[in-house]
């Protein structure tokens, strides 16, 4: 009974096994399939789509070791549908459609992508076979398989134009998290109708004009770029040894370094890493640090990537913004008030620190306050304020700073016992008094939002004229407030005359002005744009493109 059961046992793991690899051990279709006779050449091209198509569908979508397929599904589904029929070659050339996709992919540098994405490997050694070899033309093989790879490059090209490569995030503007698998066969039947790639997938484009101009400039980029390799830092490190191997190798690359000074001692190293940072109008430390490792880091490559990550934030934006809207950007230090895509006006800001980030968001001002009173957030209070007071009372005077209790009545601040306080028994508020010593300056311009952060003046205006503007707790400080609060009330002049809010402001007295219809207010952050024809770039201050530069494209090259 026993020898009986392990025999059928024995016979049920053969049948599995047979089954598994019947299935999962299909013959790879045919690389080569030469037809001479020009008549079969569109059977045999289906038949050999078709044994593609049906391969990858149960081989995980790859055609072989090294080809993927991204839109499996889609390619199956448009190939049944046609009968397996060609889209892009017949009679032993490429249709001009064909001869459209495949510029474009090689050219799609210009929109920001990498043509790496889009099977650009597979489809140039093709064509430079075909073009070299009037007998491989008549491998069917080569055809069938170049016609799928340009349909799943083609939906490949419309996910990355239309939403891009970064994930969405809590302030994305967009919904449709999934695209519609319409708007990708909407897309190929406008190309394959009008015979023009650009065409269809220009309509599918942002329509912003930031967009528009970041993507213009990137011709006049490439034309002057030098796409040589180098060995790029990855900074804070995790293997010290590692990365001052790279670090070495790195400085010989930018000629600080001979060939034969792998083994140089920490001494020398330490003059070299000096030497460099001078050249830079880095501070000479003789030590690395991450403005130094960015410096090393900012070769063309990086920028490109740079501009291909700015690309795909406009398409995190709704497809259309508000006729009125203002907009913070916060690498630029920049202010914007737009209406009806015309720039009204724009100045200068200052934004949160790297430690203290202004966040993104989008709101809507609803009001803003004359001569503001501050509420210190606790968070300053127990990082900043609460040490110095402890070491000398009189920093509250200093700083026109009032100690409140919790019934909003004001505390004699000698009579607090400050040694004892700490941010779990601190029974205060800080408040700094109205005025032009406030903190806040004379204005504040308030707005919804989860982070207790908003727009106001500020009393040190002489950091507006510092290049590098990030030095805030996380509110953003206008330079040109008053322009603001005379553009939030333009259509209620008689109820809020701009006279007034100055006579206001001057006599010190403070009032809450709302009533106006509320615009919306976008924080972004971009740290390239297309200025006047101009390609510029802004110090990535909180190290956002470094991230998404790491996360998505890495490994991605050019050429």
């Keep these: 009974m026993i020898y009986r059961k392990w025999i059928v046992e024995i016979l049920f793991s053969i049948l599995f096994f047979a089954y598994f690899f019947s299935c999962h051990n299909k013959p790879r279709p045919l690389e080569k399939d030469v037809v001479t006779a020009p008549e079969k050449m569109p059977e045999h091209l289906s038949e050999d ?29 448009l190939y049944e549908d046609k009968k397996f029929e060609p889209l892009w070659s017949g009679k032993e050339q490429w249709l001009p459609a064909g001869d459209s996709l495949y510029q474009f992919i090689e050219d799609c540098k210009y929109y920001g992508l990498f ?17 070299e070899d009037t007998i491989a033309r008549k491998n069917i093989a080569l055809w069938a398989k170049a016609d799928l790879l340009m349909t799943d490059a083609f939906f490949s090209l419309v ?77 804070p490190y995790k293997d010290s040894v590692y990365f001052f191997k790279s670090l070495q190798k790195r400085l010989h690359e930018v000629g600080m370094l001979a060939k034969d000074s792998i083994d140089i001692d920490t001494t020398a190293f330490k003059v070299v890493i000096k030497k460099y940072q001078k050249a830079k109008n880095l501070q000479p430390t003789g030590r690395v640090n991450e403005k130094m490792v960015n410096v090393l880091n900012d070769m063309d490559i990086e920028r490109f990537k740079r501009i291909a990550v700015n690309l795909d934030r406009y398409k995190l934006l709704p497809d ?51 001569l503001p009173q501050w509420t210190v957030p606790t968070s300053i209070i127990f990082k900043e304020m609460l040490p110095k007071i402890k070491q000398n009372v009189d920093f509250l005077k200093k700083e026109n700073l009032m ?24 029974p205060y508020q800080l408040k700094q008094g109205q005025g032009d010593n406030n903190s806040l300056g004379v204005i504040k311009f308030n707005f919804r939002n989860k982070y207790s952060v908003y727009m106001h003046d500020t009393n040190v205006r002489w950091m507006f004229g510092k290049s590098f503007r990030a030095l805030s707790h996380g509110c953003v400080r206008v330079q040109q407030w008053e322009k603001l609060s005379d553009f939030l009330i333009r259509n209620d002049t008689v109820k809020y005359h701009p006279d007034s809010l100055r006579a206001w402001i001057k006599r010190q007295e403070k009032h809450v002005v709302s009533g106006f219809h509320k615009v919306p207010v976008f924080f972004r952050y971009f740290t390239c744009e297309g200025k006047n024809g101009h390609l510029r770039f802004y110090d990535d201050i909180y190290g956002e493109d470094k991230f998404l530069r790491e996360k998505y494209f890495a490994a991605k090259t050019v050429n």
Excluded at 363 to 368: A, G, R, T
Excluded at 405 to 419: Q, S
């Design 159 to 235: 996910k990355d134009l239309k939403q891009g490569r970064l994930q969405y995030d809590s302030v994305t503007l967009r919904t449709d998290t999934l695209l519609r698998d319409t708007i990708f066969t909407n897309t190929l039947d406008t190309a394959l109708l009008t015979g023009s790639i650009s065409y269809a997938l220009h309509n599918i484009e942002p329509k912003h004009a930031g967009y528009d101009s970041l993507k213009a400039c990137i011709k006049d980029f490439l034309s002057a770029a030098k796409f040589k390799s180098f060995t790029y830092l990855f900074y």
């Design 403 to 426: 100690v409140v209790d919790e019934d909003d009545n004001v505390v004699d601040p000698t009579k607090v016992r400050w040694a004892r306080l700490n941010k779990n028994n601190f």
């Design 115 to 131: 043509p790496s994405d889009y099977h650009y490997g597979s489809l140039s050694f093709i064509h430079r076979v075909f073009n």
């Design 320 to 370: 259309s913004l508000p006729h009125i809207y203002v907009w913070v950007n916060l690498p630029a230090f920049n202010l914007k008030v737009i209406d009806s895509d015309t720039l009204v006006f724009e100045s200068r800001v200052i934004v949160g620190k790297p430690d203290t980030r202004t966040p993104l968001l989008t709101s809507e001002v609803s009001n803003f306050i004359t």
């Design 49 to 77: 789509i078709k044994k593609i198509v049906e391969f990858a569908s149960q081989d995980k979508a790859s055609i072989n070791d090294s080809v993927h397929l991204d839109y499996m599904h889609l390619d199956s589904s």
